[in-house]
Nanobody, 119 residues
Framework: QVQLVESGGGLVQAGGSLRLSCAAS????????MGWFRQAPGKEREFVAF????????DYGDSVKGRFTISRDNAKNMVYLQMNSLYPEETAVYYC????????????WGQGTQVTVSS
């Protein structure tokens, strides 16, 4: 089973930027639609963005449209999330996963990467 490891989180001020990475191992994700999700304390996990297997089609949650960009490098088996103009309420643990539509395709999650946005 493919393992996904997220990285790139950290502490950033409101309005700042971060770039998250998702590295796949023990398999390839080159033919898999991939997405990013986030879970804030006390809240349910929510969809952030997805990207088609070729990278030609992307979609985003309404709250991040115009600020976040999902991308992938199939040669490196990697998926990325560039986050700009961050808000404090976007403090959460961010996860990547395969997707079906805007839902995770697997019940298996990595450890995620913590993003903290200070006001």
């Amino acid at each position: 089973q493919v393992q996904l490891v997220e990285s790139g989180g950290g502490l950033v001020q409101a309005g700042g930027s971060l770039r998250l990475s998702c590295a796949a191992s023990r398999g390839t994700i080159t033919r898999t639609r991939m997405g990013w999700f986030r879970q804030a304390p006390g809240k349910e996990r929510e969809f952030v963005a997805f990207i088609s297997s070729t990278g030609g089609w992307t979609d985003y949650g309404d709250s991040v449209k115009g600020r976040f960009t999902i991308s992938r490098d199939n040669a490196k088996n990697m998926v990325y999330l560039q986050m700009n103009s961050l808000y404090p309420e976007e403090t959460a643990v961010y996860y990547c996963n395969a997707v079906k539509g805007v839902r995770p395709a697997s019940d298996s999650w990595g450890q995620g990467t913590q993003v903290t946005v200070s006001s």
